[in-house]
């Protein structure tokens, strides 16, 4: 469902979580290129393995986007 920029993001944070490399790892592209599509693949990914990522937002409106995401003031 990714297309090839989304994959090789994908297989290098997923694969930077699962070194436990601890890096700050920073999405900026356009609206409509697949960002929270690929933020939510990745969230489900490391659930699936057992994980339990922790999604924190700037604002409201992206935490109401991202699955089981929540703001950064509330947290």
Not at 3 to 11: I, V
Not at 15 to 25: A, F, K, T, V
Not at 42 to 59: D, F, H, N, R
Request: include cysteine; charge should be negative.
């Amino acid at each position: 469902m990714l297309n090839a920029e989304l994959r090789t993001a994908f297989n290098f944070i997923l694969g930077s979580i699962e070194r436990e490399e601890g890096r700050l790892i920073f999405l900026d592209a356009l609206g409509g290129t697949g960002k929270t599509f690929l933020l939510n693949i990745l969230l489900s990914a490391i659930q699936t393995q057992e994980g339990s990522p922790i999604a924190v937002c700037s604002s409201g409106i992206a935490a109401t986007i991202l699955n089981g995401a929540t703001t950064a003031h509330s947290t």
